[in-house]
């Protein structure tokens, strides 16, 4: 099994994972995530701006 680690709770860093976690699929990878504290930065989902 691949194993992908990603250190830090910043925004990219948790969309990194998050879009690791549903770019997957069934292939046989774990992903973890070590943040220095228990809350992480996030935002709401990106929205694609219209002309």
Known sequence: MA???ITGGGFAR????AGAAQARGDA???ITL???NE???H?????????
């Not at 935002?43 to 002309?51: G, H």
């Open 3 to 5: 194993r992908v680690v």
């Open 14 to 17: 948790v969309w990194s994972a």
């Open 28 to 30: 046989g990878l774990s």
């Open 34 to 36: 070590i943040a220095p």
């Open 39 to 41: 809350h992480l930065v």
């Open 43 to 51: 935002a709401a989902a990106p929205v694609r701006a219209r002309a």
